[in-house]
């Protein structure tokens, strides 16, 4: 899966049939809202065997709560490589303004702490 984004607005289509995980998506949302509090970086890692629905939940947070955001990133973690090119295409897409050198990830890292946006 190709690492995508688009501002205020998921680029993937709603699951109309997603259902439940309230809870998740709450813990979430405050997790996230806590991290922006406390004037750091916020993070969530949703972790678990392959098939629970970590992507749809991902994918529905996004879309409930786009307008909180000026920024939507799906990364696939799998293979370092793999992780590398998606950092590689974030930092294809970030304002040119962003320094990008041999780094990419570190760079991109950088670039996601210091915005103001």
Same mark, same amino acid.
């Given at each position: ?14 699951? @109309?049939?997603?259902?439940? @995980?309230?809870?998740? +998506?709450?813990?979430?949302?405050? @997790?996230?809202?806590?991290? &922006?509090? &406390?004037? #750091? ?14 992507? &749809? ?7 409930? /709560?786009?307008?909180? /955001?000026?920024? &939507?990133? +799906? ?17 294809? @897409? ?5 320094? #990008?050198?041999?780094? =990419? #990830?570190?760079? =991109? ?9």
């Amino acid at each position: 899966m190709a690492t995508r984004w688009k501002s205020r607005t998921c680029t993937y289509r709603p699951n @109309r049939h997603f259902v439940g @995980r309230d809870a998740l +998506l709450k813990s979430i949302r405050k @997790r996230l809202l806590d991290g &922006q509090s &406390q004037s #750091v970086p916020a993070s969530c890692l949703l972790l678990g065997t392959a098939g629970v629905g970590k992507t &749809q939940a991902a994918l529905e947070f996004c879309h409930r /709560y786009a307008e909180d /955001y000026d920024w &939507q990133f +799906l990364v696939t973690a799998g293979a370092e490589k793999d992780l590398r090119d998606e950092f590689t295409s974030i930092a294809n @897409r970030i304002p040119h303004s962003a320094a #990008v050198s041999k780094d =990419v #990830v570190g760079d =991109v890292i950088a670039w996601l702490e210091t915005t103001g946006i």
